[in-house]
């Protein structure tokens, strides 16, 4: 029986060149591969993390949380909106295109809403508005329409 | 030592490193695809990209070295004593599979088999090049023959991560064909033994042993722990 005579047949010692030619294919290979790897987080990364829905809330009391809500990259479409009150699913409304505040770029395409709700106990209270993502392409998520949470405080004489 | 043995000890050195550098580069590009890319659902084109790479890097490689293909086991050479080397651990691992399909009633045709068929042939010759006709040919210029049967089918498994059913198999089945391609090197009589063991395994094992055949991240997203 052969014993590795096939497979060890062109072993020989390199060419100082040829060592050199594989190290720069090597190096070359590696860094296009970081790149495909950048490109693809890059990508990944616009795709899943920038919500692309963006708003505003205006007004937020005891009674009533105002703002604007747009989505680029469904502009006309309607926005299903939730609000979160202290943490818990308050209201839910669908946003339609309309006229926000002035300060509102119409380029937007701004939805304006009002959620309207019993009147709020005394204390600090933090609102948020959750905008249901539908965009075809987008995977279905709720997408807080700004990067914090509104908090204020109602005192008891009000 | 004088000058030219030190000299020619490094060289030899920078070569075994090259070798195992190569080998390196070829799997993770194709792990970078499994775990880095696979949860990204970006273009295919992005995806197939690392493997194109690795694929050009071993043609580049054989032409810089001066392998023809007929050494990489691409020609008429060896074939029939590959295939009669082949022909008893497949034809028995086979007959082990319909045992256990018997058994356990698991016969079955899965999704699109036929399709997942005809595609198999090219896909193993991909693979049986891959792992023996590069890797392993790399491992043997600077490890024993023994030392390059098990890294090469330890790595043959490692791709297959973390599938477990399906690595211990490519795990056994990269011992035999590494062993046998020391051998007789004919990378086609590989891949008809590939073709065959893939094919009995799609229908024999049951489903509750080997799920899917997915590997890398997407076996992590299709099953629960």
Known sequence: MVTGALVDEVVEEPAPETVARLVRAL?????????????????AGFKYFNP??????????????????????????????????????????IA???????????????????????????GTHSVQVYAVQTTPGRTLSLVPITRRSQTFTLNPDR | MSATESSSSSNTLSWQAINLAEVISVILSILLVEWALAPFAVSPWLLGGPPLLAFLLMLYSHRCRGERLQ?????????????????????????????????????????????????????????????????????????????????????????????????????????????????APNLFAFAISHVLLSATVLIAV????????????????????
């Open chain 1, 27 to 43: 190096l070359i290979k590696s860094l296009l591969e970081i790149l495909i790897l950048c490109l693809v987080l890059g990508i």
């Open chain 1, 52 to 93: 692309t829905i963006r708003g505003e809330i205006t007004q937020a009391d005891a009674v009533s949380v105002r703002g604007w809500v747009a989505n680029p990259l469904a502009p006309h479409d309607p926005i299903q909106l939730e609000l979160v009150i202290d943490g818990r699913l308050t209201a839910v409304v």
């Open chain 2, 71 to 183: 050494m990489l086991g691409f020609g008429r050479r060896c074939f029939k004593r590959a295939l009669l080397l082949l022909a008893g651990p497949t034809l028995l691992a086979i007959a082990a599979l319909i045992c256990v399909s018997y058994l356990t009633h698991s016969l079955h045709l899965p999704d699109r088999f036929w399709a997942r068929l005809s595609l198999l042939p090219g896909w193993a010759l991909l693979q049986q090049y891959t792992l023996l006709g590069f890797s392993y040919r790399r491992l043997r210029h600077f490890l024993h023959a023994k030392q390059s049967i098990m890294i090469t089918a330890g790595l043959f498994a490692l791709v297959h991560a973390p599938n477990y059913p399906l690595m211990i198999l490519t795990f056994l089945g990269g011992l035999i064909w590494s062993f046998v391609y020391e051998r």
């Open chain 1, 96 to 122: 339609r295109e309309g006229q926000a505040e002035p300060a509102v770029s119409a380029l937007l395409r701004p939805h304006p809403f009002v959620f309207s709700f019993q009147r709020l106990p005394a």
């Open chain 2, 206 to 225: 049951p489903e509750w042993i080997l799920p899917s055949m997915t590997v890398g991240y997407r076996y992590l997203l299709y099953h629960n722990f």
